[in-house]
């Protein structure tokens, strides 16, 4: 048995209680202002350079009853943006003085728009988020950044400077450095932490102050190298598909003789991935990374290349089987299925897809397919 | 298009009664005769079946005429189309045509497309392409062509144009369109899809007959807004079997004269009527506005409902250009003219804010004198999912229109029952009939 993870242990407790935790409450206690995002392609350096605390705006390990929510958003769409929005009534999110996201996702921006028209916050802005990847769309990303710096200045009424992005930048790079050796610590053998303890790590890279976040992440791979810290599991899995903040739900998967060993998530690897280039000019720099820098997403038109990715990290990580955890109603899981199936076919290997609501527990038929998945590559082997 | 994977056999869905372009041209034709000898229709419903049987045609005919299709989304240039002989398929219409001549169809293409995997939580305005491609029934397309403009669901142009081998061209729309870079971005993707089309016709666009292309378009909207001031006479003068015709001339045949035609008749005709007293119906108790999109999945409820609540359609948002829509602001500068087109035109503001949706219904409540809006919740569509409360909250607070939802799919007949519909339309018919601003409303009128 392992002893649990100190510098996790403290990452938690200052992420809890969710939302409003123990570091939203100092921050504010401080006089700082919370500025709440949506989704990756809002860049958090910017909001950093700011002098504010950029903060996820997600559900958590406990599931939401979404009733009232759902008067504002049919319940055919999808669990996660109805969950926001619900701990939004409930009062959850009332720290925010801001909220920034992009047009990443139709749901993404009708959350926005409600929080514009019922609870109207001091800051409120929205960005492009390119589709394709090539340089016009770095030019179109980077002209949108340009004017949400432009406007975020007067709502502060000063203009950060360049430097200061130039800093913000170097902080997040470090953070995403930490985060990736932790990632590639995964590929052992026996890596020494499971898939909810990495995916709690993420979640709180976008929760609290980057530069605490660092230094609790220096002392978590201190203490991964001095413990010699092992998940002895035997069979080795990938997640795959939609963001899911519900930690228990990978510890459902691992409950069984499995480990994740590795995730193909916005809150994951791709926040783990790739630098922005500090040669260049900070503006264009961050708009590089996030349009060219990270691995094709789901949201991106073209998906080839995120079907590489995934089966990159299949042969990287030693993966036994992936897991496509899809939340209903999402479009872009939804057309990327067929293909999805079809490379893991060709290239011959598992795949197990589940649709389910964002943020419920494992339930019992989803433990059962689980199972069944784990027999399965067992009797494969 | 590559050869499609065999799906029939004894484990296989149906496939007999998908329906083809060639078998969607017999019904109509038959439908365009059968028209002029029914009485108590508009004049234009003759006009209207004509251009929608031109519009099949020509996607039937095109190989033959040396002419490209093009299967595309919406806020497209069409103009450019027809100015390089290229003739659009708007996905969307498909859907609703073979609703119109076969109900039948588009829920079997439904069944083949969840065979494959997709699934059917996604719009079934592409699941309908989906499964017609993968049967080998969808029309001949020689390209794939779409926007950010739209919604998530574009994503499958380029996802089903790899699976069967048609090669696809994405614009980037910029979210807040109306900054000079914006527009200058925009009018590059519309340089961009020329050259995409130019490499794949091997034909160099003539920008002298796209101006003419857009010079029609232009007046197209022009008598767009016309016929939309018409529509606010009380009574309305437009009856339900013609009042698709605006959405498919502005949406399918932008740049074409026999759209210009089409609507210059129709106009005439409501003039027509509202100078000779001639509503929709001889009662007229119900002003509608749809709220989101009309009941495409049902091509009798507007009829229905004129017919047993004398409830008219006076008006819908995906028709409905915004303000003076001034788009020509240079005529020697086709792609400007365009570009600028193509953020203002009607159904765009899909891609915008929720508050920018519900302005526009809003505008045209009070333009239209809407007595209660209609909105659709179509199952597999998430720009309407999250928006129908603040629409339906903005029209009480400007207007005191009130609203319901009807939960459906947008070209599924099967997903809702009728009987459900009429109980649900009679809930509040009464209710609109009841309430004190109705009551107000037509005390005024």
């Known amino acids: ?381 | 298009m590559s050869a499609p994977q065999k799906i029939t056999g004894p484990t296989g869905p149906s496939t007999s009664n998908l329906i083809t372009a060639e078998e969607l041209l017999g019904p109509l034709k038959q439908a365009a005769e059968g028209v002029k000898k029914k009485p108590g229709l508009m004049k234009s419903t003759v006009g209207y079946m004509e251009l929608i049987k031109k519009y099949v045609e020509r996607i039937v005919t095109a190989k033959d005429e040396g002419k490209w299709v093009a299967t595309h989304g919406t806020q497209q240039p069409l103009e450019i189309y027809e100015a390089m002989g290229v003739r659009g398929l708007f996905i969307e219409f498909w859907g609703v045509i073979s609703d119109v001549v076969k109900l039948e169809s588009v829920p079997e293409a439904l069944n083949i497309s969840a065979s494959t995997g997709t699934p059917g939580e996604v719009c079934s305005f592409f699941r309908n392409m989906d499964g017609l491609m993968h049967a080998g029934k969808w029309p001949r397309t020689d390209f794939l062509l779409y926007a950010t403009s739209s919604c998530d669901n574009v994503k499958a142009y380029h996802t089903l144009g790899r699976r069967y081998g048609i090669p696809s061209f994405g614009m980037e729309r910029p979210y807040l369109p109306y900054t000079p870079k914006a527009l200058e971005h925009w009018k590059n993707e519309h340089k961009r899809l020329i050259a995409f089309l130019e490499e794949k016709t091997g034909k160099k666009l003539d920008y002298d007959r796209l101006k003419e292309t857009v010079r029609l378009s232009y007046r197209l909207t022009e008598l767009t807004l016309e016929i939309d001031k018409l529509m606010a006479h009380v009574p309305c003068p437009m009856s339900a079997e013609c009042f698709g015709g605006v959405l498919v001339a502005i949406r399918l045949l932008p740049g074409t004269q026999d759209a210009v035609d089409y609507l210059t008749a129709l106009r005439d005709e409501l003039q027509e009527r509202i100078d000779n007293g001639i509503g929709a119906v001889k009662d007229e108790r119900f002003r509608v506005l749809w709220s989101c999109f009309t009941p495409f999945w049902d091509p009798t409820l507007m009829g229905f409902m004129q017919q047993k609540y004398g409830a008219v359609s006076v008006g819908e948002v995906l028709a409905n250009w915004r303000g003076e829509a001034k788009w020509l602001l240079d005529p020697d500068d086709p792609l400007g003219n365009l570009a600028y087109r193509t953020q203002l035109a009607p159904g765009n503001c899909q891609y915008a804010s929720s508050q920018d949706w519900a302005s526009n219904v809003v505008d045209q409540a009070r333009r239209l004198k809407a007595d209660g809006a209609i909105f659709n919740n179509n199952w597999g569509c998430k720009q309407a999912s999250g928006l129908g409360r603040l629409v339906g909250d903005e029209l009480i607070h400007h207007c005191k229109v009130p609203s319901v939802t009807l939960n459906v799919d947008v070209i599924d007949s099967t997903f809702v029952s009728r009987a459900e519909i009429e109980s649900q339309l009679d809930s509040f018919f009464e209710m609109l009939e009841g309430s004190k601003a109705y009551q107000e409303r037509r005390a005024m009128a």
């Open chain 1, 1 to 381: 048995m392992n002893a649990p993870l100190k510098a996790l242990n403290e990452m938690q407790r200052l992420t809890s209680p969710f939302p409003e935790s123990v570091a939203v409450k100092e921050w504010k206690a401080s006089g700082g202002q919370v500025i709440g995002w949506f989704n990756p392609y809002v860049p958090e350096e910017i909001i950093h350079a700011a002098g504010m605390l950029p903060f996820e705006v997600t559900g958590d390990n406990e599931p939401v009853q979404m009733q009232a929510a759902e008067a504002y958003i049919y319940s055919n769409s999808c669990s996660k943006i109805r969950t926001c929005w619900q701990l939004q009534l409930d009062g959850k999110y009332g720290f925010l003085d801001g909220l920034v996201s992009s047009s990443m996702c139709d749901q993404d921006k009708r959350l926005y728009s409600l929080f514009e028209y019922y609870n109207k916050l001091p800051y409120m802005d929205m960005v492009y988020a390119p589709r394709k990847r090539d340089e016009e769309a770095v030019q179109l990303y980077l002209s949108d950044l340009q004017d949400f710096r432009d406007r975020f200045s007067l709502y502060q009424w000063h203009r950060f400077s360049d430097a200061k992005i130039a800093k913000s930048i170097e902080v997040y790079n470090r953070g995403r450095e930490l985060m990736h050796e932790l990632y590639e610590l995964r590929k052992r053998d026996r890596p020494p932490v499971t898939g909810a303890e990495a995916l709690e790590v993420s979640k709180a890279a976008v929760r609290m102050p980057r530069e605490r976040f660092n230094e609790l992440m220096e002392q978590l791979l201190a203490e991964i190298q001095s413990t010699g810290r092992e998940i002895k599991k035997a069979k080795r899995l990938l997640v795959i598909g939609s963001d899911l903040h519900n930690a228990n739900q990978m510890a459902a998967l691992e409950s069984l003789d499995a480990v994740v060993v590795v995730d193909e998530m916005d809150i994951g690897i791709r926040r783990a991935w790739g630098q922005v280039d500090t040669q260049l000019p900070p503006m264009e720099a961050l708009a590089r990374y996030y349009v060219l820098g990270r691995p094709v997403d789901k949201h991106n038109w073209v998906s080839d290349g995120r079907l590489e990715f995934i089966g990159e990290l299949v042969e990287q990580y030693k993966v036994d089987g992936v897991v496509s955890q899809d939340v209903r109603f999402c479009t872009y899981n939804g057309w990327d299925k067929f293909d999805v199936k079809k490379q893991m076919q060709e290239r011959g290997i598992p795949l197990l897809q589940i649709d389910l609501e964002y943020g419920h527990p494992a339930g019992a038929q989803m433990k059962i397919r689980v199972e069944a998945f784990l027999e399965m590559l067992q009797s494969a082997a």
